[in-house]
């Protein structure tokens, strides 16, 4: 008897091992199946259109990040400037009186015509 539950201790053993390494394997893949999820909802979000309010947070994103001043004058350029001459360029500047209010009558007018979920701007 002693040598039957012996036996069914060393079997009862093996699959107590065998249990845990596949529970090892699942764990494995479920963490893999949750990074390619990730993944591929990331790439969705990087190529799906985009709604008005992302595109205009895009653009200004892009275009802020190309822009740079130097700060220190010992590093700014010293060259000579652009030839303005025959060169189309506006002769006075004047100050836009109501620009910022049109400015915002504009884009609130053009807020309510694409709703939030309206996805219709392509990202370059």
């Known amino acids: 008897m002693d040598q039957n539950a012996a036996s069914m201790a060393s079997c009862l053993q093996e699959v107590e091992n065998e249990m845990r390494v596949i529970r090892q394997q699942l764990q ?3 963490q893999k199946i949750q990074y390619y999820c990730q993944q591929i909802q990331d790439r969705d979000r ?7 309010l992302e595109h205009v947070d ?10 740079s001043v130097e700060s220190n004058p010992e590093l700014r350029s010293k060259g000579t400037t652009t030839a ?3 060169k189309a360029r506006p002769v006075i500047v004047k100050q836009w ?4 209010e049109k400015q915002t009558a504009l884009f609130d007018e ?14 370059e």
Do not use: E
């Open 97 to 100: 009186i109501g620009f910022p």
């Open 46 to 52: 990087q190529t799906r259109p985009s709604a008005f």
């Open 58 to 67: 895009n653009c200004h994103s892009m275009l802020y990040s190309k822009l």
């Open 28 to 30: 494995s893949q479920h």
């Open 110 to 123: 053009i807020s309510n015509a694409f709703s939030t979920d309206h996805r219709v701007f392509l990202r």
């Open 84 to 86: 303005i001459h025959d």
